[in-house]
């Protein structure tokens, strides 16, 4: 095995591991409180498509921003649940840049009336992902849906109704 191929084994292992810590880390930060650890994942500025979910237009901004849209967000559910494929596919665009492609399902629960609902997304999530001095970091991300199921007032809360 050549230099070459030692390093490009090293970063495919290092970007399948960022975009499963993408999802990991939106669900503990969620639990705990503490969005640095979500937010150190990105670039320093980050663009988020978001737009086949919850409309608008895709989103520029820096990465504690980001984090603190997904707080906002994720505020109104009791629990979330982020999980990342496995097989994740990465197409390399030279030494500091890649494309990854991963499929999730993220079931997000919350109350109604007293009785525990659930409102599960399973979508296709495209990452731009560059190399920096920290390691690779997320650029770009697209959340593309491919269907839900549940309790459809889970994608207006995500989107920021708000229960009275």
Known sequence: MTDMDTRRMSDWIAIQDLVAEYGQSLDSCRDSGDWSGWANIFAPE???????????????LPREHLAEFARGSLLPFQRTQHATATTVRIRFEGETQ???????????YFTLGGVT????????NTFGVVKTEEGWKIAR????????????????????KRLE
């Open 141 to 160: 991300y697209m959340l593309d849906p491919i269907h839900h199921r549940g309790n459809a007032l889970g994608l207006e809360l995500l989107k920021g």
């Open 46 to 60: 980050v663009t988020a498509d978001l737009t086949r979910v919850m409309g608008g237009e895709p989103l520029t």
């Open 98 to 108: 890649a494309t990854a492609l991963a499929y999730s399902e993220v079931s997000h």
């Open 117 to 124: 609902q659930e409102w599960t997304l399973v979508a296709r």
